[in-house]
């Protein structure tokens, strides 16, 4: 894969573009930014709800 990369690269003289280009290499990068974010979001989320729980149960006593 690595070498494809590379191919890739020359073939484009140095250009990135050539990755973003297309609609289906757009969807494949989204997919993947979306796959590695949601997880951490998600346990953030969850943090701060149970951070904020905890702090209204204390604020009851």
């Known amino acids: 894969m690595e070498q494809s990369f590379r191919q890739a690269l020359t073939i ?8 973003y280009q297309s609609t289906v290499s757009l969807v494949l990068i989204a997919l993947t930014i979306i796959s590695i974010v949601f997880p951490i979001v998600k346990d953030w989320g969850k943090k701060r709800k149970a951070s904020t729980t905890e702090n209204q149960i204390i604020g009851m006593k």
């Open 12 to 19: 484009s003289n140095g250009d990135f573009h050539i990755f």
